[in-house]
């Protein structure tokens, strides 16, 4: 069984900034892609960021590019998310998933993230932007 503990959101003003943390716990290989979500109310769930664990290699959504940056630290089965220059239109519920990667590779090499090919999911942290 996989598990995704999510944490660091918060309350920061407009230019701020905040790092996410999701650690993952459970079977390794369905883990090996991990992602950002994010969901304002009465808004659709979107993707924000993906990193394949195995080489590191990254995928954002253009709306976050130049400002988000996803990384990870292997040894502690933990990916992160540092988002800066945040703005009143970045204030959502983020959330982290996994999935193996070549569920969602084609996908992501397409430039997309799509929430409903991906499997296992945390319960979400609320990043609020405001004045």
């Known amino acids: 069984q996989v598990h995704l503990a999510e944490s660091g959101g918060g309350s920061v003003q407009p230019g701020g900034s905040l790092r996410l943390s999701c650690t993952a716990s459970?079977?390794?290989?369905?883990?090996?892609?991990m992602g950002w979500f994010r969901q304002a109310p009465g808004k659709e769930r979107e993707g924000v960021a993906a990193?394949?664990?195995?080489?590191?290699?990254?995928y954002y959504a253009d709306s976050v590019k130049g400002r988000f940056t996803i990384s990870q630290d292997n040894a502690k089965d933990t990916v992160y998310l540092q988002m800066n220059s945040l703005k009143p239109d970045d204030t959502a519920m983020y959330y982290c998933?996994?999935?193996?990667?070549?569920?969602?590779?084609?996908?992501?090499?397409?430039?997309?993230?799509?929430?409903?090919?991906?499997?296992?999911w945390g319960q979400g942290t609320q990043v609020t932007v405001s004045s």
């Open positions: 998933a996994a999935d193996p990667f070549d569920r969602v590779a084609n996908t992501l090499a397409s430039g997309k993230l799509l929430p409903v090919e991906w499997t296992y």
């Open positions: 459970g079977f390794t290989r369905s883990t090996n892609c």
């Open positions: 990193i394949y664990r195995n080489k590191g290699s990254t």
